[in-house]
């Protein structure tokens, strides 16, 4: 079984960049996606960003295309949202999640964590 872990959401102003890390820990995967899903409050949970763990291909929502950027570091099986260029729009819980795909459907992802806030003051 797979654990997953987010770290560093934070309270930003607008413009403000952050790094969230997400620690994967338990057996190991091969064939997998894993993702970046938000939820803003009163909305539904919508994707932001997904990885293929094996070659490293990349998806974004076009809403954060150019701002946001999915790394992944297979070694110590984490996962990255680097976020760039903050908007009060993107204040939201952010999680992230592994599966199999498709990437950017929630029914594609059978681990989720727990989730870390990031809110955006203008």
């Known amino acids: 079984q797979v654990q997953l872990v987010e770290s560093g959401g934070g309270l930003v102003q607008s413009g403000d960049s952050l790094r969230l890390s997400c620690e994967a820990s338990g057996r190991t995967f091969s064939r997998a996606v894993m993702c970046w899903f938000r939820q803003a409050p009163g909305k539904e949970r919508e994707f932001v960003a997904a990885?293929?763990?094996?070659?490293?291909?990349?998806f974004y929502s076009d809403s954060v295309k150019g701002r946001f950027t999915i790394s992944r570091d297979n070694a110590k099986n984490r996962l990255y949202l680097q976020v760039n260029s903050l908007k009060p729009e993107d204040t939201a819980v952010y999680y992230c999640?592994?599966?199999?795909?498709?990437?950017?459907?929630?029914?594609?992802?059978?681990?989720w964590g727990q989730g870390t806030q990031v809110t955006v003051s203008s």
């Open positions: 990885i293929t763990w094996i070659d490293g291909r990349r």
């Open positions: 999640a592994l599966g199999d795909g498709p990437y950017a459907k929630e029914f594609g992802y059978n681990t």
